[in-house]
Nanobody, 113 residues
Framework: VQLQASGGGLVQAGGSLTLSCEAS????????MGWYRQAPGNERELVAV??????TTYADSVKGRFTISGDGRRMVHLQMNSLKPEDTTIYYC?????????WGQGTLVTVSS
């Protein structure tokens, strides 16, 4: 499974950005897709994921501000609203399934105050 992420960039606090991720390869084995983020010196943490049944999970820090959508197998989108400077970091697309998991390349989100 290969993951191609897009989106990200620079935005002012309070603004919005959308991240997208498309899976290719043996996507039939994918059960969950979503986004994680990792700041320097910190562990990678879950932001939001969606499974093939449409069930979603969000980190408490983004609930009410971020919305994940997609089919959980081939494409996911992360709509990020009301962005805060503390959301600044690298975001990674993830796909989880029977083989374990795969990561996409990181995409940088920078929120200026």
């Amino acid at each position: 499974v290969q993951l191609q992420a897009s989106g990200g960039g620079l935005v002012q606090a309070g603004g919005s950005l959308t991240l997208s991720c498309e899976a290719s390869g043996n996507t039939l084995n994918i059960n969950v897709m979503g986004w994680y983020r990792q700041a320097p010196g910190n562990e990678r943490e879950l932001v939001a994921v969606i499974n093939t049944g449409g069930m979603t999970t969000y980190a408490d820090s983004v609930k009410g501000r971020f919305t994940i959508s997609g089919d959980g197998r081939r494409m996911v989108h992360l709509q990020m609203n009301s962005l805060k400077p503390e959301d600044t970091t690298i975001y990674y697309c993830a796909a989880l399934g029977s083989w374990g998991g795969s990561w996409g390349q990181g995409t940088l989100v920078t929120v200026s105050s």
